[in-house]
Protein backbone atom coordinates (compact mmCIF):
# COMPACT_ATOMS: atom_id res chain seq x y z
CA UNK A 1 0.00 0.00 0.00
CA UNK A 2 1.06 3.59 -0.76
CA UNK A 3 3.76 5.29 1.25
CA UNK A 4 1.07 8.09 2.30
CA UNK A 5 -1.33 5.75 3.26
CA UNK A 6 0.91 3.99 6.26
CA UNK A 7 2.50 7.34 6.86
CA UNK A 8 -1.19 8.66 7.89
CA UNK A 9 -2.05 5.56 9.88
CA UNK A 10 0.99 6.50 11.76
CA UNK A 11 0.24 10.01 12.72
CA UNK A 12 -3.60 9.20 13.56
CA UNK A 13 -3.61 6.13 14.84
CA UNK A 14 -0.39 5.90 16.98
CA UNK A 15 -0.82 5.75 20.97
CA UNK A 16 2.07 8.35 21.44
CA UNK A 17 0.60 10.34 18.08
CA UNK A 18 -2.86 11.64 18.02
CA UNK A 19 -4.49 8.37 18.87
CA UNK A 20 -7.79 9.66 16.77
CA UNK A 21 -10.80 8.20 17.52
CA UNK A 22 -12.93 8.95 14.73
CA UNK A 23 -12.35 10.79 11.53
CA UNK A 24 -14.27 11.42 8.42
CA UNK A 25 -13.44 12.63 5.00
CA UNK A 26 -15.46 14.48 2.51
CA UNK A 27 -13.95 13.55 -0.89
CA UNK A 28 -13.75 15.92 -3.74
CA UNK A 29 -14.68 16.01 -7.51
CA UNK A 30 -12.41 14.08 -8.84
CA UNK A 31 -13.42 10.31 -8.97
CA UNK A 32 -10.47 8.77 -9.65
CA UNK A 33 -8.70 9.97 -6.42
CA UNK A 34 -6.50 7.23 -5.16
CA UNK A 35 -6.58 6.13 -1.33
CA UNK A 36 -2.79 7.34 -1.35
CA UNK A 37 -3.77 10.75 -2.68
CA UNK A 38 -6.62 11.41 0.30
CA UNK A 39 -3.86 9.99 2.61
CA UNK A 40 -1.33 13.04 1.47
CA UNK A 41 -3.83 15.45 1.34
CA UNK A 42 -4.37 14.46 5.09
CA UNK A 43 -0.53 14.37 5.78
CA UNK A 44 -0.39 17.66 4.27
CA UNK A 45 -3.05 19.52 6.35
CA UNK A 46 -1.98 17.85 9.75
CA UNK A 47 1.71 19.00 8.73
CA UNK A 48 0.06 22.62 7.78
CA UNK A 49 -1.55 22.93 11.55
CA UNK A 50 1.22 21.05 13.43
CA UNK A 51 3.01 24.20 12.08
CA UNK A 52 0.65 27.09 12.56
CA UNK A 53 -0.55 27.49 9.21
CA UNK A 54 -4.02 27.38 9.08
CA UNK A 55 -6.94 29.77 9.88
CA UNK A 56 -9.46 29.14 12.46
CA UNK A 57 -12.80 29.66 11.96
CA UNK A 58 -15.19 31.50 13.83
CA UNK A 59 -18.99 30.99 12.83
CA UNK A 60 -19.88 34.13 15.19
CA UNK A 61 -17.54 36.40 13.48
CA UNK A 62 -17.35 35.33 10.09
CA UNK A 63 -19.52 37.62 7.98
CA UNK A 64 -22.18 35.63 6.29
CA UNK A 65 -23.05 36.62 2.36
CA UNK A 66 -26.68 37.38 1.95
CA UNK B 1 -29.42 8.55 16.08
CA UNK B 2 -32.62 9.52 18.50
CA UNK B 3 -30.44 12.73 19.09
CA UNK B 4 -30.25 13.64 15.47
CA UNK B 5 -34.43 13.63 15.24
CA UNK B 6 -34.13 16.41 17.93
CA UNK B 7 -31.90 18.26 16.19
CA UNK B 8 -34.03 17.30 12.45
CA UNK B 9 -36.61 18.52 14.79
CA UNK B 10 -35.24 21.67 15.61
CA UNK B 11 -34.11 22.40 11.83
CA UNK B 12 -37.44 21.98 11.38
CA UNK B 13 -38.29 25.60 13.08
CA UNK B 14 -35.63 27.51 11.23
CA UNK B 15 -35.49 29.55 7.45
CA UNK B 16 -33.29 29.49 5.15
CA UNK B 17 -30.76 30.37 5.17
CA UNK B 18 -30.21 28.11 7.79
CA UNK B 19 -27.19 29.34 10.09
CA UNK B 20 -24.36 26.95 10.36
CA UNK B 21 -23.67 28.48 13.85
CA UNK B 22 -27.97 27.50 15.20
CA UNK B 23 -27.02 24.33 13.36
CA UNK B 24 -23.76 23.45 15.67
CA UNK B 25 -25.30 25.12 19.01
CA UNK B 26 -27.90 22.48 18.88
CA UNK B 27 -25.86 19.40 17.68
CA UNK B 28 -23.24 19.63 20.72
CA UNK B 29 -26.21 20.27 22.93
CA UNK B 30 -27.74 17.13 22.43
CA UNK B 31 -24.39 15.45 21.97
CA UNK B 32 -22.93 17.01 25.07
CA UNK B 33 -19.88 17.34 23.45
CA UNK B 34 -18.50 20.34 24.78
CA UNK B 35 -16.70 22.46 22.02
CA UNK B 36 -15.87 21.76 18.43
CA UNK B 37 -13.04 23.78 16.54
CA UNK B 38 -12.95 24.35 12.89
CA UNK B 39 -10.14 25.74 10.57
CA UNK B 40 -8.54 26.29 7.22
CA UNK B 41 -6.14 24.63 5.55
CA UNK B 42 -4.73 24.30 2.20
CA UNK B 43 -6.46 20.99 0.65
CA UNK B 44 -6.35 20.12 -2.56
CA UNK B 45 -10.56 20.50 -3.60
CA UNK B 46 -10.34 17.60 -6.43
CA UNK B 47 -8.97 15.23 -3.61
CA UNK B 48 -10.60 16.64 -0.61
CA UNK B 49 -12.61 19.14 0.56
CA UNK B 50 -12.25 18.62 4.17
CA UNK B 51 -12.67 16.55 7.11
CA UNK B 52 -13.51 15.17 10.44
CA UNK B 53 -11.10 14.46 13.54
CA UNK B 54 -11.43 13.54 17.00
CA UNK B 55 -8.45 12.63 18.63
CA UNK B 56 -7.40 11.23 22.04
CA UNK B 57 -3.97 11.99 22.87
CA UNK B 58 -4.44 15.33 25.23
CA UNK B 59 -0.28 15.96 24.71
CA UNK B 60 -0.86 16.28 20.64
CA UNK B 61 0.32 19.53 19.55
CA UNK B 62 -2.86 19.93 17.53
CA UNK B 63 -5.02 18.95 20.80
CA UNK B 64 -3.51 21.42 23.12
CA UNK B 65 -3.49 23.95 20.23
CA UNK B 66 -7.58 24.27 20.08
CA UNK B 67 -8.30 23.12 23.88
CA UNK B 68 -9.93 19.94 22.71
CA UNK B 69 -10.03 16.87 20.73
CA UNK B 70 -12.95 17.73 18.25
CA UNK B 71 -11.94 19.48 14.76
CA UNK B 72 -13.82 20.39 11.25
CA UNK B 73 -10.71 20.98 9.04
CA UNK B 74 -11.79 22.58 5.75
CA UNK B 75 -10.13 23.51 2.65
CA UNK B 76 -9.15 27.17 1.91
CA UNK B 77 -10.08 27.73 -1.50
CA UNK B 78 -13.62 26.79 -1.75
CA UNK B 79 -16.44 28.85 -2.04
CA UNK B 80 -18.92 29.63 0.59
CA UNK B 81 -21.71 27.46 -0.37
CA UNK B 82 -19.23 24.67 -0.52
CA UNK B 83 -17.84 25.42 3.06
CA UNK B 84 -21.29 25.61 4.70
CA UNK B 85 -21.95 21.93 2.81
CA UNK B 86 -18.65 20.26 4.24
CA UNK B 87 -18.96 21.83 7.94
CA UNK B 88 -22.11 20.86 8.32
CA UNK B 89 -21.88 17.28 6.92
CA UNK B 90 -18.46 16.63 9.33
CA UNK B 91 -20.64 17.92 11.91
CA UNK B 92 -22.78 15.21 11.93
CA UNK B 93 -20.59 12.98 12.60
CA UNK B 94 -20.92 13.80 16.14
CA UNK B 95 -23.87 11.87 16.00
CA UNK B 96 -21.45 8.41 14.91
CA UNK B 97 -23.04 5.62 16.78
CA UNK B 98 -20.47 3.31 18.41
CA UNK B 99 -19.71 1.11 15.52
CA UNK B 100 -19.34 3.86 12.96
CA UNK B 101 -16.16 5.82 14.24
CA UNK B 102 -13.05 5.41 12.22
CA UNK B 103 -10.95 4.47 14.79
CA UNK B 104 -8.14 2.14 14.00
CA UNK B 105 -5.19 2.19 11.25
CA UNK B 106 -7.32 -0.82 9.08
CA UNK B 107 -10.56 1.01 9.20
CA UNK B 108 -8.96 4.07 8.23
CA UNK B 109 -7.19 2.44 5.29
CA UNK B 110 -10.67 0.54 4.45
CA UNK B 111 -12.86 3.98 4.20
CA UNK B 112 -10.11 5.64 2.03
CA UNK B 113 -10.15 2.29 -0.60
CA UNK B 114 -13.81 2.47 -0.28
CA UNK B 115 -13.76 6.02 -1.50
CA UNK B 116 -11.14 5.23 -4.29
CA UNK B 117 -13.49 1.70 -5.37
CA UNK B 118 -16.54 0.72 -3.85
CA UNK B 119 -16.13 -3.10 -3.03
CA UNK B 120 -17.93 -5.21 -5.52
CA UNK B 121 -18.11 -8.38 -2.89
CA UNK B 122 -18.23 -6.84 0.78
CA UNK B 123 -20.70 -5.09 2.70
CA UNK B 124 -19.98 -1.55 2.94
CA UNK B 125 -18.64 -1.19 5.94
CA UNK B 126 -20.36 1.09 8.82
CA UNK B 127 -17.79 3.95 8.53
CA UNK B 128 -18.18 4.39 4.56
CA UNK B 129 -21.85 4.18 5.50
CA UNK B 130 -21.91 7.04 7.57
CA UNK B 131 -19.84 8.78 5.37
CA UNK B 132 -23.32 8.91 2.74
CA UNK B 133 -25.28 9.29 5.76
CA UNK B 134 -23.86 12.53 6.52
CA UNK B 135 -24.44 13.90 3.49
CA UNK B 136 -28.27 13.04 3.73
CA UNK B 137 -28.34 14.88 7.47
CA UNK B 138 -26.52 17.87 6.46
CA UNK B 139 -29.09 18.14 3.39
CA UNK B 140 -31.87 17.71 5.69
CA UNK B 141 -30.46 20.05 8.31
CA UNK B 142 -29.90 22.89 5.77
CA UNK B 143 -33.10 22.87 4.45
CA UNK B 144 -36.09 22.32 6.30
CA UNK B 145 -38.70 20.37 4.86
CA UNK B 146 -41.44 23.01 4.15
CA UNK B 147 -38.51 24.93 2.48
CA UNK B 148 -38.10 21.29 0.25
CA UNK B 149 -41.93 21.21 -0.36
CA UNK B 150 -42.10 24.67 -1.29
CA UNK B 151 -39.26 24.75 -3.53
CA UNK B 152 -40.18 21.73 -4.91
CA UNK B 153 -43.25 22.90 -6.45
CA UNK B 154 -41.71 25.78 -7.74
CA UNK B 155 -39.00 23.40 -9.51
CA UNK B 156 -42.08 21.64 -10.93
CA UNK B 157 -43.58 24.74 -12.25
CA UNK B 158 -40.39 26.22 -13.37
CA UNK B 159 -40.49 28.54 -11.98
CA UNK B 160 -37.08 28.22 -10.58
CA UNK B 161 -34.12 26.10 -11.16
CA UNK B 162 -31.31 24.12 -9.35
CA UNK B 163 -29.04 27.01 -9.27
CA UNK B 164 -31.54 29.51 -8.05
CA UNK B 165 -32.55 26.74 -5.10
CA UNK B 166 -28.85 26.45 -4.17
CA UNK B 167 -28.60 30.11 -3.91
CA UNK B 168 -31.08 30.26 -1.55
CA UNK B 169 -30.15 27.44 0.73
CA UNK B 170 -26.35 28.38 0.01
CA UNK B 171 -25.05 24.64 -0.74
CA UNK B 172 -23.49 23.41 -3.57
CA UNK B 173 -26.14 22.91 -6.48
CA UNK B 174 -24.83 19.50 -7.52
CA UNK B 175 -26.44 18.30 -4.20
CA UNK B 176 -29.76 20.64 -4.98
CA UNK B 177 -30.97 16.99 -6.97
CA UNK B 178 -30.80 14.69 -3.79
CA UNK B 179 -33.42 17.02 -2.16
CA UNK B 180 -36.14 16.14 -5.11
CA UNK B 181 -35.22 12.66 -5.16
CA UNK B 182 -38.04 10.54 -5.28
CA UNK B 183 -36.63 8.34 -2.21
CA UNK B 184 -35.35 11.28 0.19
CA UNK B 185 -38.59 11.05 2.30
CA UNK B 186 -37.27 7.27 2.60
CA UNK B 187 -33.86 8.29 3.43
CA UNK B 188 -34.37 10.34 5.61
CA UNK B 189 -36.98 8.74 7.70
CA UNK B 190 -34.55 5.72 7.85
CA UNK B 191 -31.45 7.70 9.34
CA UNK B 192 -34.06 9.02 12.35
CA UNK B 193 -35.62 5.83 12.80
CA UNK B 194 -32.63 4.23 13.42
CA UNK B 195 -32.80 1.95 10.32
CA UNK B 196 -29.42 2.80 8.74
Known sequence: MGQQLELAKKRLFDKDSLAVTNIKLFPGSNRDATADQFADQINKSISQIESGDFVEVDLDSEPEPK | ?196
Not at chain 2, 91 to 112: G, Q, R, V, Y
Not at chain 2, 132 to 160: D, F, N, Q, Y
Not at chain 2, 164 to 176: C, D, F, S, T
Request: proline content about 5%; overall charge negative.
Open chain 2, 1 to 196: MGKFKELYDYCQTLTPKVSRRHIEKKTLELTGVEQIKAMKTTLDTTICRGYFLSAKNKDHPIVKCFGGSNVIVLARDQNYCWERFVYTKELMHLFDSDDEPTDTADKFEKLLIDLEVPSATESPSEQIMSERKGIWMALACLCPEKSRVELGELRTKEHIDNYGIALKLRIPEQYVPLLFQPRYDVIINAIIDKAI
